[in-house]
């Protein structure tokens, strides 16, 4: 019997001279035979008996690596259901030395399936990297499979040095790999690509790749998921390439795994050109394919294919749309600036889930009420959109985050909506509901329409309070809410903690920040932002520049030596980028380098 074999198969017919001898005697199997069949019966005491005979000499066989590989699967199967036998391995090892009889990969493979069944993080590595020869597909089988449930609580190190062993294995095994190790390392490879990147993974799905391996359509459609988390446009190309050359037609869910990874990667041409391709052969499409036409669609705001699509399932009545698919048609409305065709779908789809139950059931939920929702607001729709949260609420729906976001963000847009905003937040509090980035990004809008830089202020606190960091754009409204309000001294604090925060600004956070600081009578600050910004090639408005020469010129709270820095770095910044400003302002303040600039073009 093979010794990677997990199930125990009956002498061959063509024996062997052993076997003769064997048969011979009245003999119907050997000693390691009987074992493996005590093992498969689930007949675990009277294997524990056997092989006490065997290892003490009491049958004609002596015990040999198949024999303690045989019982280490024995102590497995008495793990499993509660009765020990780990403690023993120790003692068969040392056994197994002093007999002479060498442990081979199924020993350690047994070792580490033992430690898997015991729930021993430790003792799983320990024994892998014991390991003095190199592991082979039931390793990588039993890891693979155990990682699924584990993987959080594996540390960096081993999962790295896991990973190494797997890449070497299949580059020197790719062509030999049975299907199912290919699953669970394609399985691997999702699961920790959506944890954190890992390139000896990308490794390792690459080889398989230009190994041109003709595999199963699960594999295809998972290495397709896989390639479209990790952006790998070339990848999923070449990987569709040579189903073609294979003739390989994708079925329904490698399908849905191809155009999914297209439309993840922003090839919307590639998915639009699957679809009114002549030879296509998936007719009629599931919902899933249907689902993702009509997002391809909608990216390119082609309202009248979207419509098509939907008219064509209807007539044809072979797809079934479910909620997720309706749901998506009304994104799409809303995406396409069609109110009345998505008050049309709705109805359709209330009418037609009278008809339906159970998984099947239409009845809209948080996402549908979202999307309506949403489309509401941004048509100034907003009483009706008020309506909708009441009717929410009525139904004691689970409410989130994007809801409220969405209705704030309406109130931003209406007039006289401040009180409305506040009962929102209110509700926000009784429904448990933190406020997010986006929903102080939304608050401090709202507060910025009325200049009320003191709650502007307190919801900064707040977000610090909370260690929430603000995005670019929020730090950017904050700096402009500080330099309307004569706030300079709060606004250069601000600037200060963006960079703290490590938030890089962009050209509005630098055009905001040094015209305030020119015109607050903060010049030095404005400089300093100025040659950051160039540093960082970041080129500001043309205005900006000529400003802070301008200024540069009459301010009296820098030294001469100071001025001269600033002067030749701004002139130089100017001259060498082509920047347009006022020539009198240049070369007056050329006149402080000492230096000789070129010309320059006048405004």
């Not at 998972?222 to 988390?229: D, G, H, I, N, P």
């Not at 599931?286 to 705001?301: D, E, M, Q």
């Not at 754009?473 to 904050?478: G, M, P």
Request: a neutral charge; charged letters at 25%.
């Amino acid at each position: 019997q093979p010794e990677t074999d997990v199930h125990w198969t009956p002498p061959r017919k063509e024996q062997d001279k052993e076997d003769q001898s064997k048969h011979s005697q009245g003999l119907l199997y050997t000693p390691n035979e009987l074992l493996e069949s005590y093992l498969c019966a689930k007949q675990l005491d009277r294997a524990e008996f056997l092989f006490a005979k065997i290892r003490n000499g009491s049958t004609d066989t002596r015990a040999d690596v198949t024999t303690y590989n045989t019982y280490l699967r024995v102590l497995i199967e008495n793990t499993r259901v509660g009765n020990g036998g780990r403690a023993k391995t120790e003692e068969l090892l040392q056994e197994m030395e002093s007999a002479g009889i060498e442990a081979n990969v199924m020993t350690y493979n047994c070792l580490i399936e033992l430690e898997m069944v015991n729930k021993d993080l430790k003792g799983v590595w320990s024994w892998f990297g014991k390991m003095p020869m190199e592991p082979d597909v039931m390793t990588f089988s039993h890891l693979l499979t155990w990682l699924k449930d584990n993987s959080n609580a594996v540390p960096e190190e081993q999962t790295q040095k896991f990973y190494t062993a797997l890449y070497s294995y299949v580059q020197k095994e790719s062509l030999h790999l049975n299907e199912d190790l290919i699953v669970l390392i394609i399985d691997e490879c999702i699961r920790a690509s959506g944890r954190c990147k890992k390139p000896i993974l990308d490794a390792i799905l690459t080889h398989f790749v230009s190994q041109k391996l003709l595999l199963s359509f699960s594999c295809y459609g998972k290495l397709f998921t896989y390639f479209a988390q990790t952006k790998s446009i070339d990848k999923i190309i070449e990987l569709h390439s040579q189903m073609e050359i294979y003739d390989l037609k994708p079925n329904e869910v490698t399908c849905g795994c191809l155009l999914e990874a297209y439309l993840s990667c922003g090839r919307i041409d590639k998915v639009i050109e699957f679809y009114e391709s002549p030879s296509l052969v998936i007719k009629p499409f599931n919902v899933i394919i249907y689902t993702i036409l009509v997002r391809a669609y909608a990216k390119t705001k082609n309202f009248r294919k979207i419509m098509e699509l939907y008219k064509k399932v209807k007539a044809e009545n072979t797809t079934q749309l479910n909620l997720i698919a309706y749901n998506t048609l009304l994104d799409c409305c809303v995406q396409c600036e069609q109110c009345g065709v998505m008050e049309e779908i709705l109805r359709e789809m209330i009418e037609e889930s009278k008809s339906r139950k159970g998984e099947d059931s239409l009845v809209p939920d948080i996402i549908t009420y979202s999307t309506i929702i949403k489309g509401l607001c941004k048509w100034q729709q907003f009483e009706k959109a008020l309506k909708l949260y009441q009717e929410m609420k009525m139904k004691k729906m689970k409410l989130d985050e994007v809801v409220f976001n969405l209705l704030l963000n309406g109130c931003v847009k209406q007039k006289g909506a401040h009180k409305i905003a506040m009962e929102l937040i209110d509700d926000m509090k009784q429904y448990n509901i933190p406020c997010s980035k986006y929903t102080y990004s939304i608050l401090i809008k709202l507060y910025m329409k009325t200049n009320d830089i003191a709650k502007i202020l307190e919801i900064y606190e707040e977000m610090k309070s909370r260690n929430v960091v603000p995005g670019v754009v929020v730090y950017t409204c904050l700096l402009q809410a500080c330099i309307k309000a004569k706030v300079i001294v709060k606004a250069i604090e601000i600037f200060g903690d963006m960079r703290v925060q490590g938030i890089i600004p962009d050209q509005v956070a630098y055009n905001t920040m040094v015209n305030g600081c020119v015109y607050s009578g903060k010049l030095m600050n404005a400089c300093d932002a100025l040659c950051e910004a160039m540093q960082r090639n970041i080129r500001l408005a043309d205005d900006i520049y000529d400003n802070v020469l301008r200024n540069l010129l009459t301010y009296k709270h820098m030294s001469p030596l100071q001025k001269q820095q600033y002067a030749t770095i701004v002139c130089n910044y100017v001259a060498l980028n082509g920047i347009k400003v006022n020539q009198e302002h240049y070369y007056q303040a050329v006149s402080y380098t000492h230096l000789t600039l070129p010309t320059i073009c006048s405004v």
